[in-house]
C-alpha cells in the first residue's frame, strides 16, 4: 500500500482555538493543513465587514496564526489550504504574499475564485456559490505552498489535495466520495476528537487535539490525532460528526454525491477509526448557493419573574405591553415563557422564570426605543421584584440566509496561481439530478418484554446543527441490540412527541444501517437561519440532546 496522505485540520470555524495550527504543525507528521473558517453566519459579518471597508472579507484570524506559523509549515514542507479567503480571497492571497516577503519565507499563494455571485443578486449582501475541489488540486498541482479560497464546500479543503496527490479526475467518483467523507469528519475539528460528544465521559476531553486524516489512494482514510494530544477518536465520535449536519444517505457535493449509507467505520487501534467501502455517484447539475441578506432590525427584553404567580406575572407585563405593540405594530412579536424556575428554590436565580419579548421589523424606529422605552417605564409600576436582563436598547440589524442553486456551467471556477495565471476549472461532464433513495430494510425488532421508562440518551447519542432554516438531528444507537429498538421506536411520531417544538413542522427521517443511526431533518424550525436569531437556541445545537434527555419505554434488556 502507498504511503497516505496525512491531511489535518486546525480550525472548524472563525474564532476556533488560534494556537490550533502551531499545534497541528509541531505535534506530528503531516502533509498539509487545513482551516475552515466559514459558515453561514460567517459570510454574513464578512459582508458587513466589507460594506465598511471594501479591502476586507477575509478571516484575519488566519493572517495572524500564519504570522506565527508559516516559517514551521516551509521547515517541515506541509502545505496549507484555508477557505479563510470569505469574500475576498484575492484580497488574503495578496496579503498572505506581503506576509512572506516581510518574514522572508519563500512561500508560493494561490486562491480559487469564481464563488462570488454576489451581482447577480442585487439584494443580497453577499451571495456566493459551493465550489468544488479540483479549482484547489490545480492550485496544488502548479506547486502552491498556500491555497486560499473564498466559498467551497468544507470537504473540498480535503478532497482537493486528495486529488491533487493521488492524481484522482473528476470521474474518480468512489474515491472523491471517500475523500469528501474524510473531509466533512475533520471539517468541524475537535467535534471529531471528542468536542461537543454525547458521551463525552469517554475521554479526557478538557482541551481536545485536533483531528487529522491518513488517506489513500483508493479512497479509504483513517480518522487519528497526534499523539499526546486531549480527546479522543472512536467510533462514536466520528459517527456522530457524520452525522453532523448532513441529511439522507446521498451527500451531494460539486464533484461527487457520496453515498453515506455505504460508509463502513472500524476501530483500528488507539485513538484510530478506518473508515472504507464510501461508494460514489455523479454530481448534482447545480450548485448550492448561499445568499445572505440584511432582514431587518429586532429588539428583546428578558423580564425576570420571581418566585410565586409566574404565570399571573407574564400575563400581567404583556398586558401591560400590549398598548406599545399596538401603537406601531412590529411585523413579527414574539412571547416565551422560560420556566427556569423551582418550587421553594434555596437560591434567588432557581426561583426566577424569564420572560422573553422578541420583536422584529424591516424599520429600526418600530423596534427600537419607543418599544423598550415602555419596557422600562414599568420599572416601578408592573409585577413584584420586577427586574430585566440587561437594559433594552435600540435594536440591532438581523441577517437572513436563504439557499439558492444556480447550473455549474454557469459559474466561472478559478485557479489563481502563484505566477498569476488563471486556470479554468471546467465543471463535471456528466451529473444527475439529486432524488432520495428509497428507505433501506429495518433489522428485525426486538422480542417482547418489559420496558423502563427512562432517557433515551442512556441508549442514544446524538448531535444536531442547522441548514439555513431547517435543523438536522442525527441519533446512533451504540450496539447492534439497541439499534434494533432505535430503528422501530424513534418514529417521526414519536420525535414529534419527544420535542413538541417541532409538532407542526415538517419532520423527514432517514435510515443509515451501517452507522447504526437515524437522520432527522426538522424543517422550518430555526425560521430565516442562525443570523435571524429566531430560537433560544438559534443553530439548534442542543436539540439533540433535548431528544436525549426525554424519557422514554426501554426494554429492560438494554438497560
Not at 479554468?424 to 425488532?445: A, K
Not at 436569531?533 to 419505554?553: I, M, T
Request: proline fraction near 8%; aromatic fraction near 6%; charge should be negative.
Amino acid at each position: 500500500m502507498t504511503v497516505p496522505l496525512r491531511i489535518g485540520n486546525a480550525s472548524g470555524f472563525y474564532g476556533d482555538r488560534f494556537d490550533a495550527m502551531r499545534e497541528m504543525l509541531t505535534g506530528g507528521q503531516l502533509d498539509v493543513l487545513t482551516g475552515d473558517y466559514l459558515a453561514e453566519l460567517t459570510m454574513l459579518i464578512l459582508g458587513r465587514d466589507r460594506l465598511k471597508d471594501p479591502s476586507a472579507g477575509y478571516a484575519r484570524t488566519f493572517l495572524r496564526q500564519l504570522e506565527e506559523c508559516l516559517g514551521l509549515a516551509h521547515e517541515r514542507g506541509v502545505r496549507i489550504v484555508a477557505n479563510a479567503g470569505g469574500l475576498n480571497p484575492a484580497g488574503l492571497a495578496d496579503a498572505v504574499r506581503k506576509l512572506a516577503d516581510r518574514l522572508g519565507i519563500p512561500a508560493r499563494v494561490a486562491h480559487v475564485e469564481g464563488d462570488d455571485l454576489t451581482a447577480r443578486h442585487p439584494n443580497s449582501l453577499a451571495a456566493h456559490a459551493y465550489l468544488g475541489a479540483f479549482g484547489i488540486a490545480a492550485c496544488l498541482r502548479e506547486g502552491a505552498d498556500v491555497v486560499v479560497t473564498g466559498r467551497v464546500t468544507d470537504a473540498a479543503l480535503v478532497a482537493g489535495p486528495a486529488a491533487a496527490h493521488f492524481g484522482w479526475g473528476p470521474e474518480d467518483h468512489d474515491r472523491l466520495a471517500g475523500a469528501v467523507v474524510a473531509g466533512h469528519v475533520l471539517e468541524c475539528g475537535t467535534q471529531a476528537t471528542g468536542g461537543n460528544y454525547a458521551f463525552f465521559g469517554a475521554g479526557d476531553v478538557r482541551r481536545p487535539g485536533f483531528p487529522l486524516a491518513e488517506l489513500h489512494a483508493d479512497g479509504s482514510s483513517v480518522i487519528t490525532k497526534h499523539p499526546g494530544t486531549g480527546g479522543f477518536v472512536d467510533v462514536g465520535t466520528v459517527t456522530a460528526q457524520l452525522l453532523y449536519e448532513t441529511q439522507g444517505a446521498r451527500y451531494a457535493g460539486p464533484d461527487v454525491t457520496a453515498r453515506l449509507d455505504t460508509v463502513r467505520l472500524a476501530q483500528d487501534g488507539p485513538d484510530r477509526v478506518r473508515i472504507t467501502g464510501v461508494r460514489g455517484e455523479v454530481p448534482p447539475p447545480t450548485l448550492k448557493v448561499g445568499l445572505n441578506r440584511l432582514g431587518g432590525f429586532r429588539n428583546e427584553v428578558a423580564f425576570v419573574l420571581t418566585g410565586l404567580d409566574i404565570e399571573a406575572k407574564a400575563a400581567l407585563v404583556r398586558e401591560q405591553m400590549a398598548d406599545a405593540l399596538a401603537k406601531s405594530p412590529p411585523r413579527e412579536v414574539r412571547w416565551e415563557l422560560v420556566r427556569t424556575d423551582r418550587p421553594d428554590a434555596d437560591t434567588e436565580e432557581t426561583a426566577s422564570a424569564l420572560l422573553r419579548l422578541v420583536v422584529r421589523d424591516p424599520e429600526q424606529a418600530v423596534v427600537g426605543r419607543a418599544l423598550s422605552g415602555a419596557a422600562v417605564e414599568l420599572a416601578l409600576a408592573s409585577y413584584p421584584g420586577f427586574h430585566v436582563l440587561a437594559p433594552p436598547g435600540k435594536g440591532s440589524p438581523y441577517g437572513v440566509f436563504e439557499a439558492d442553486r444556480v447550473p455549474q456551467d454557469e459559474v466561472d471556477h478559478l485557479a489563481v496561481l502563484p505566477d498569476g495565471r488563471r486556470i479554468p476549472v471546467p465543471p463535471p461532464q456528466d451529473t444527475l439530478v439529486l432524488r432520495d433513495l428509497p428507505e433501506p430494510p429495518l433489522p428485525d425488532p426486538l422480542p417482547p418484554g418489559p420496558t423502563r421508562r427512562a432517557p433515551l440518551g442512556l441508549l442514544a447519542g446524538a448531535r444536531s446543527g442547522d441548514k439555513g432554516g431547517n435543523a438536522n438531528v442525527g441519533v446512533w444507537a451504540r450496539t447492534d441490540e439497541a439499534w434494533r429498538w432505535l430503528a422501530h421506536a424513534l418514529t417521526t411520531t414519536l420525535f414529534r412527541e419527544l420535542l413538541p417544538e417541532t409538532a407542526d413542522l415538517t419532520v423527514v427521517r432517514h435510515t443509515l444501517p451501517h452507522l447504526r443511526a437515524l437522520n432527522f431533518t426538522v424543517e422550518g424550525i430555526l425560521g430565516e437561519g442562525v443570523a435571524a436569531q429566531h430560537r433560544f437556541d438559534p443553530q439548534a445545537k442542543a436539540l439533540g440532546e433535548w431528544l436525549r434527555s426525554r424519557h422514554v419505554d426501554i426494554p429492560e434488556a438494554l438497560l
